[in-house]
């Protein structure tokens, strides 16, 4: 991937297939589609609820956080004043939960957020969190069923255990040929140079920061496993 397709300042890289809701990396869009058939031979209705995210949409997030416009947590969930921090320790809240801009996996497009619309009762509101994941929650058969196959597919799971930075997220998938190639072609002087000027909150202490934030939340992330099936290769994908 360039520059611009790693930190999300393009789309010229994803797709919107008919029938899904978001926009994914070209060449992970047919295994996406042939997990999401084999899950609906399952009773799962899988569906992305979130994945390619631009830049902008990223900024405006990060911002509205750091301005105290959108609230911000705590390690723990409880809600933090944020004007009432350093800028330093509001960065380090806001990494808790939301990607700097430019480091989100969700800018390759080959990261999405899963969810199985099937199991859920009318109305139910998605919050993308630990217990909707678990034994006993909303998608907890989705979750076991991810366990068992989406390997086959080339996806797995970079947050599964909160080894760096970033809490574990059980609904965060990542399509794996070419992520494992993304996170290592997404250096530091590429992040720096998305961030400059770009008009990210906070971009004076984000920079100062920035071989750290670059080490604990974007490589410090769980390793692909070894995968062998054909949507597990690079270039088995209809272009
Ligand atoms: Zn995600």
């Not at 900024?59 to 944020?82: M, T």
């Not at 996806?155 to 996170?183: K, N, V």
Request: with cysteine; aromatic share 8%; proline share 6%.
């Amino acid at each position: 991937m360039n520059p611009l397709e790693l930190t999300g300042r393009t789309r010229l890289h994803v797709v919107q297939p008919e029938g899904l809701r978001c926009a994914l990396h070209r060449d992970a869009v047919a295994p996406f589609m042939a997990m999401r058939a084999a899950a609906a031979r399952a009773g799962i209705d899988l569906e992305a609820a979130s994945a390619f995210r631009h830049f902008d949409r990223q900024r405006e997030i990060w911002n509205a956080k750091f301005r105290g416009e959108r609230p911000i947590l705590d390690a723990a969930g409880r809600p933090l004043e944020a004007l009432a921090l350093s800028e330093a320790a509001r960065i380090e809240a806001i990494l808790q939960w939301s990607a700097l801009p430019g480091a989100s996996r969700h800018h390759w497009g080959t990261d999405l957020d899963v969810i199985d619309r099937a199991a859920m009762s009318p109305g139910y509101v998605v919050r993308l969190m630990d217990d909707e994941y678990v034994a006993g929650g909303v998608f907890a058969n989705l979750s076991a069923w991810l366990d068992r196959h989406m390997r086959r597919f080339g996806f797995y799971r970079p947050y599964a255990t909160g080894t760096g930075g970033i809490r574990p997220e059980p609904w965060h998938l990542s399509y794996a040929p070419i992520a494992r190639r993304a996170i290592r072609e997404l250096d530091l002087a590429t992040l720096a140079e998305a961030l400059l000027g770009q008009g990210v909150a906070g971009e004076n202490e984000i920079l100062a920061r920035l071989p750290g934030i670059h080490r604990r939340y974007v490589r410090a992330v769980d390793a692909p496993p070894r995968m062998r099936s054909r949507w597990a290769r690079r270039g088995t994908a209809v272009r």
